[in-house]
């Protein structure tokens, strides 16, 4: 199993510009979300999914869209990008709100907006 | 509303020996999982133990224990014979909830640990 990947890993954006992160799981788990993280923070929820076709939103889902047409991928998108959505971005996944607790997460994606 | 406080921005630790790092948490929730992850300089975060809030036993996964103390709220980390491959950036976080009722992890701020040779 190659776990969660993300794409890219290091991305550039220039106000206004607009994205998609790229997320996917192979592990068949129903629950995945996505976090930002930001220097000297931990990490924050932006949106997450309990299965495919629902998504819901977390602490800072402002400027930031999702879907989840399939179990393996979770794309996170940035219509307008901003200089405050400079940070790292992780996706992660676990196996179901009834499975195991541990959360497993991507590599992560910087992305810096200028 | 769930909250993680880890009081050491930094850690010191000479190889070979054991470290303990503090978190502190704060639920109403009867029902709550304790979660410490390690993140290296290469960014990616890696998950090391796991506390259930009714476990019985503290957690324990190799070099890795966590000092679970329910009427404390307390679950500090202690990783025994640290090895120069174990100087990273450690995260407490916790199982809470979000606004809409489902769950999230709420994390702590991170402790920088060095393991000097």
């Known amino acids: 199993n190659a776990g969660v990947t993300q794409t890219p890993k290091f991305q550039v954006l220039k106000t206004g510009q607009s994205m998609t992160l790229q997320c996917a799981q192979d592990m068949n788990h129903e629950y995945m979300s996505w976090y930002r993280q930001d220097p000297g923070m931990g990490l924050r929820l932006i949106h997450y999914?309990?299965?495919?076709?629902?998504?819901d939103q977390g602490e800072v889902p402002n400027g930031y869209n999702v879907s989840r047409s399939t179990t393996e991928d979770f794309p996170l998108r940035l219509l307008s990008a901003a200089p405050s959505q400079t940070s790292v971005y992780f996706c992660?996944?676990?196996?179901?709100?009834?499975?195991?607790?541990?959360?497993?997460f991507g590599p992560g994606t910087r992305l810096t907006v200028l | 509303a769930q909250k993680i406080t880890q009081t050491q921005p930094g850690m010191f630790v000479q190889e070979k020996e054991a470290v303990t790092l503090d978190c502190t948490y704060d639920t109403s929730d009867p029902s709550y999982g304790l979660f410490w992850y390690k993140q290296p300089s290469s960014g990616e975060m890696i998950f090391l133990i796991y506390q259930g809030s009714y476990d019985q036993q503290n957690a324990t996964e190799g070099r890795y224990s966590l000092n679970f103390q329910k009427a404390r709220k307390s679950a500090n980390l202690v990783i025994s014979a640290s090895q120069l491959g174990d100087s990273a950036m450690y995260f407490c976080?916790?199982?809470?909830?979000?606004?809409?009722?489902?769950?999230?992890?709420?994390f702590g701020k991170g402790t920088k640990l060095t393991v000097n040779p």
């Open positions: 999914s309990v299965g495919a076709g629902i998504t």
């Open positions: 976080a916790m199982r809470g909830n979000t606004q809409g009722g489902s769950e999230k992890l709420v």
């Open positions: 992660a996944s676990r196996p179901g709100l009834a499975g195991a607790d541990t959360q497993y």
